[in-house]
């Protein structure tokens, strides 16, 4: 177990609604990343915190907003939920950057 | 083209064979991770590797950053090695993320 948990593991949501999805970080991780992962293909980058600010982002839309807090536990919000962002979301936390990242179990969001 | 590419993208093999999932990538990069995920999402961290080579217990990796190539090799190959193998990369320039490829499905056969 890496110390890394994710919640709530499993979430039912209706198209426009909106959704948070939480990440508690390993004690002492200052930098969290989250990523989406679509069936069967490999995760993509979301964005990252590191101390409470955003470090960089990939190809989502605005409506995809995250917060990190002064304990470097995580929220990655989604408004509008759409039938695409049915996905595993994956939380990953790691000491600095470009240290070893330790990933949670996932929240897996279906959207109806 | 994706940055990471994997292959085989499916691999199917007897118990006790050795295995060998291979990566490459067309981007520079800091380290590169391999990666473990098994049915229901989780994913575990093997190896993270900047050079040469690493070893734990039956796992073995190694990179050649000239080529931008590495490999994962599997030794005396067990069921409960089946899962799926994901190659990432972390990028020189911007952000500290990592880049995946599309994953390799293992499936070792008792």
């Known amino acids: 177990e890496t110390g890394v948990t994710q919640s709530p593991t499993h979430l039912i949501k209706t198209r426009g609604q909106q959704v948070t999805l939480r990440c508690s970080s390993q004690?002492?991780?200052?930098?969290v990343s989250w990523y989406q992962q679509a069936l069967g293909q490999g995760p993509q980058f979301i964005f990252q915190?590191?101390?409470?600010?955003?470090?960089g982002r990939g190809n989502f839309p605005p409506r995809f907003s995250g917060l990190q807090f002064p304990n470097y536990s995580s929220e990655l919000n989604v408004n509008a939920l759409e039938l695409d962002d049915s996905a595993l979301y994956l939380c990953?936390?790691?000491?600095?950057?470009?240290?070893?990242?330790?990933f949670g179990q996932g929240t897996r969001l279906t959207v109806v | 083209k994706n940055e990471v590419e994997q292959s085989p993208q499916n691999l199917t093999a007897q118990e006790g064979e050795f295995i060998t999932i291979n990566c490459s990538y067309s981007?520079?990069?800091?380290?590169l991770h391999w990666l473990q995920q098994h049915p229901g999402g989780g994913i575990v961290s093997l190896f993270m590797?900047?050079?040469g080579k690493k070893k734990h217990g039956r796992l073995i990796a190694t990179i050649n950053i000239q080529e931008k190539h590495s490999s994962l090799h599997i030794t005396a190959s067990h069921p409960r090695d089946s899962a799926v193998y994901i190659c990432?990369?972390?990028?020189?320039?911007?952000?500290?993320?990592?880049?995946f490829g599309q994953g390799t499905r293992l499936t070792i056969n008792p």
């Open positions: 990953a936390s790691s000491l600095a950057q470009n240290t070893e990242a330790f």
């Open positions: 004690s002492g991780h200052n930098t």
């Open positions: 915190y590191y101390r409470e600010e955003e470090n």
């Open positions: 981007v520079g990069i800091s380290a």
């Open positions: 590797l900047s050079s």
């Open positions: 990432a990369v972390v990028e020189l320039q911007g952000a500290q993320k990592l880049v």
